[in-house]
Nanobody, 125 residues
Framework: QVQLVESGGGLAPAGGSLRLSCAAS????????MGWFRQPPGKEREFVSA????????AYTDPVNGRFTISRDNAKNTVLLQMNSLKPEDTAVYYC??????????????????WGRGTQVTVSS
């Protein structure tokens, strides 16, 4: 059974930092592209960032480019999202996702194979 479990969310001040972690089990992580999506309150889920199976390709949505950094450690079955210079508009539930094949930065959530349950990130102004 595939499981993706997010952690590291919480409350941060504007300008602060948080680091999200996604622990994967039940799949060979090195075979999957990994990504992060978020769903702000009252809005639809949106793509945030993605990383190819070998970390050779990265993708970011424009609002987080330059502030967020995605990375992965296949040996530890872990994907990280370092979030710096946080803004109140980054407030959302953040989801980890896995995708087999295809485009790394595909923003279409329907094309991602597995999802975590999410972790809440709240940025205060």
């Amino acid at each position: 059974q595939v499981q993706l479990v997010e952690s590291g969310g919480g409350l941060a001040p504007a300008g602060g930092s948080l680091r999200l972690s996604c622990a994967a089990s039940g799949l060979t992580l090195s075979s999957y592209g990994m990504g992060w999506f978020r769903q702000p309150p009252g809005k639809e889920r949106e793509f945030v960032s993605a990383i190819s199976w070998d970390a050779g390709s990265l993708a970011y949505t424009d609002p987080v480019n330059g502030r967020f950094t995605i990375s992965r450690d296949n040996a530890k079955n872990t994907v990280l999202l370092q979030m710096n210079s946080l803004k109140p508009e980054d407030t959302a539930v953040y989801y980890c996702a896995a995708k087999y094949g295809g485009r790394v930065g595909d923003p279409d959530g329907g094309k991602w194979n597995y999802w975590g349950r999410g972790t809440q990130v709240t940025v205060s102004s």
